[in-house]
């Protein structure tokens, strides 16, 4: 009796249906919650990386800056230099193009500020109308 019971179990090969049909059930559980939270964090990756993006732009005019000795004049925005992507270009790789950075000089303190103009990183920080800061971009 013995041996037949063990001979049964040993003849037993592959799942139920009911067993596969669990592990599919499963499966879908773990699928169902594991797609929404990567695609928020594709998501948040991509917003990152264009902020970062912007903190390059705004490195890639200090360095600009400070290689050209230039003092902040423009005819149209007195007090306001505007460096477009082209001035950049060889301060950056790879870069978003069509952005400007807005370098103003404050009299008081001769403190340089830096705002990046038409770039992604704009939208994603501040108050999303006015071009974004060095603050903001590295506060994000």
Do not use: R
Not at 2 to 20: P, R
Not at 24 to 39: K, S
Not at 69 to 95: C, E, F, R, W
């Amino acid at each position: 009796m013995l041996k037949m019971v063990k001979n049964h179990l040993k003849n037993q090969k592959g799942l139920t249906l009911i067993e596969l049909l669990a592990v599919i059930v499963i499966l879908g559980i773990i699928a169902a919650i594991a797609v929404p939270a990567i695609g928020g964090i594709i998501n948040k990756t991509e917003k990152d990386a264009k902020v970062s993006e912007g903190i390059q732009i705004v490195n890639s005019a200090k360095m600009y800056m400070s290689a050209h000795q230039h003092k902040v004049t423009d005819a149209t925005k007195p007090g306001i230099m505007v460096l477009s992507d082209t001035d950049l270009s060889a301060y950056l790789d790879n870069a978003a193009s069509g952005f400007t950075v807005n370098v103003k000089k404050d009299t008081t303190t001769g403190k340089y500020t830096y705002e990046v103009a038409s770039h992604d990183s704009e939208t994603l920080v501040g108050d999303k109308t006015t071009p974004a800061t060095e603050t903001e971009l590295l506060a994000y």
